[in-house]
């Protein structure tokens, strides 16, 4: 199958109508009207197999989680989605393969009427690099240089799930109950926690999205604040099927290092924050307090009695030796 055919079955497929679209996939480059008083908000993630999914991952899931991982990012800027373009190298033109890719990724665009534009399509090894526009008001966009001494620390959802469902689908036991599917659907199926990062504009203090792992990611808030966090691991959310899952690994560690969960880690002043979790309850949006905002730097840990818990520093590093 030519490229063009390939091209010709992405924009088919993933076909999504917006008025603010002057000319999407077809001449050099796309042509799309940002609204007035708006900034434009920009993201990639790249997602290579073998690195970032197991090869044998359905490609409906690779689709739909190479758009999901970006929509996060766009999640945690408070930002609305609009557009993506879409890089893909494969070693052969799979015609099968490309189709269920793009009926993954229509399947969640289709879900916040984001539009494909554009993109490139080469031969090399299979790697799929997902652009993502969207925007926020002019200076509304959240950040995650704006923690305070004091500041509460909340995540949405609930933390570890992923990581399971990464040991299940490693494992390849157990897949057949309801409890190992919904792990693993939160694994290649995560839903970008957007509704929560709009509704956190002009609330949050700092905001961030948990690819790497709370630790880690909570870790990047406290650098770019210059502040330090201490969390309660008695607070941390958990779902019912992480709490009946057996691994070699600890709960615990799951939630503190897993990877994957895309769901959001904020900050709101102490003074607001429970009205602010109490809006986003109302409207459907589960949000935890988990910890509090300090002086210093790093984040630490501590069981329900305040007793310190040992945590490595440390999340997924792609160059770490
Ligand atoms: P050019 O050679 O001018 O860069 P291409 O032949 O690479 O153009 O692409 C033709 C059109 O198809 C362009 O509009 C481009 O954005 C779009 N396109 C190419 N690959 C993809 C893809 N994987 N997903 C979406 N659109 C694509
Ligand atoms: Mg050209």
Redesign the pocket.
Known sequence: MA?FAL?EL??ERTAVERDDVRLG??????LVVVPAGAELVVCTDMMVAGVHFPEATKPFDVGWKSLAVNLSDLAAMGATPAWA????AMPVADQAWVAAYADGFAALARQFGLA?V????TRGPLTISVTVHGFVEVGMALRRDGACVGDVVCVTGTLGDAAAGLRISLAEQGQSDDESRTLLDRLNRPVPRVDAGLALRGCATACIDISDGLIADLGHICYRSQVGAEINSAALPSSAQLRGFTGDESHLSLQLHGGDDYELCFTLPESSHSEILHRLHSTGIAATVIGRIVKGSGVRVSDATGRAIAVEKSGWEHFSP
């Open positions: 490229e091209i992405i924009r996939i077809g001449d050099d480059a796309a373009t879409l890089g893909l494909l554009g993109g490139d399509t």
